[in-house]
């Protein structure tokens, strides 16, 4: 865990996810961090099963655990405790928020002048939607991700984490990171806006360019990708399998040791779009008859894996190296990916 934001004090008015996993993240870079739940708590301490078990005894949704790691929190009404609410916000160098726009200069007056506000909210504080609610579900829906997400024959499907609120909680880490480095530059202090629904469009990245480039709406493909063959899941003997080539040479390399042969026409990626199922189909008819260990071990050195679960990902060798898990008030929990190292 790292300390480069020993000393900035954040305060959290936020709840849900987007807003609460940017000031996790604060936390994990050292910031002091004071979260104000409402007296009935943050939604999603309701949001289980699953519910952890801390050294307190408090049975605490899981939901509620991965997004509030290294919080002081404190229960208050907003509306009754102002001046409580206003000693805070004069404490601290960063407050994040995600109530409706307007809610919070409508709670305490004018935003404070000293002080870098991050607001979160579905749409933004401008536009026709700017006063609808923001739920991930339903912005997947309006932005196009879930279009393009399930199988070609399937009905749309939604990303399976709250993808549009992770999104916009490292989008708007990262704005308030320049903030602060701003104010520490030239002593101007910045109002953050940041919507889920501007995180969204921007993250539909090569997918959205490709409409703009082509004028045609993407559809979905499963696990297979747009621009590149093979990228995608085959059924191995004992389970899901992705390969994903990703360069003219790697497919070199994959028809080296699969015995597949290639044609001229497919030594390219373009060719090999166009050439899409004869290419998969020949792919399908090698894998299915290998377990998942022996393709690992036949296809080092060309990106591949296999679909684990999730509990199988976390006993992954890697991540056991990594320590991608901590322990902390009696319950494990997902640590911050962050790693900073001083060169020697």
Not at 19 to 34: E, I, K
């Amino acid at each position: 865990m790292s300390g480069i934001l020993n000393g900035i004090n954040v305060l959290d008015l936020s709840r849900i996810l987007a807003g609460p996993y940017t000031a996790q993240m604060l936390s994990d870079l050292g910031a002091n961090v004071t979260k104000i739940e409402a007296p009935w708590g943050d939604d999603t301490r309701g949001w289980g099963p699953p519910f952890a078990t801390n050294f307190d005894g408090e049975r605490v949704a899981a939901y509620f655990l991965s997004c509030n790691r290294g919080k002081t929190i404190l229960q208050m009404n907003l509306k009754e405790e102002k001046e409580r609410l206003m000693q805070l916000i004069e404490w601290a160098d960063v407050v994040v928020e995600n109530f409706k726009p307007g809610t919070l200069e409508r709670l305490i007056g004018p935003l404070p002048k000293d002080t870098i506000v991050c607001s979160i909210s579905g749409y933004g504080a401008t536009g026709p939607r700017r006063d609808e609610p923001g739920y991930d579900l339903a912005l997947q829906a309006r932005s196009g991700i879930m279009s393009i997400t399930g199988e070609a024959d399937g009905e749309p499907v939604k990303v399976g984490v709250a993808w549009i609120d992770i999104i916009t909680g490292l989008y708007a880490g990262n704005a308030i990171l320049a903030a602060l480095l701003d104010k520490e530059r030239t002593g101007t202090i910045q109002h953050i806006d940041v919507s889920l629904w501007d995180c969204a469009i921007a993250s539909l990245a090569n997918q959205a360019q490709n409409v703009l480039a082509s004028g045609i709406d993407p559809s979905r493909m499963g696990s297979a990708h747009p621009n590149l063959v093979p990228y995608r899941a085959f059924e191995a003997k004992d389970g899901w399998f992705v390969v994903a080539v990703g360069s003219d040479a790697q497919w070199a390399s994959f028809c080296s040791v699969s015995g597949i042969p290639s044609q001229e026409e497919w030594t390219t990626n373009a060719g090999r779009i166009e050439h899409r199922d004869v290419i998969e189909s020949k792919i399908q008819s090698w894998i299915q008859h290998l377990n998942r260990t022996e393709l690992e071990e036949v296809l080092q050195g060309i990106p591949c894996a296999p679909i684990n679960t999730v509990s199988e990902a976390l006993a992954d060798a890697q991540s056991v190296a990594r320590k991608v898990l901590l322990n902390e008030d009696g319950v494990t929990t997902l640590a911050s990916p962050l790693r900073f190292m001083r060169p020697q």
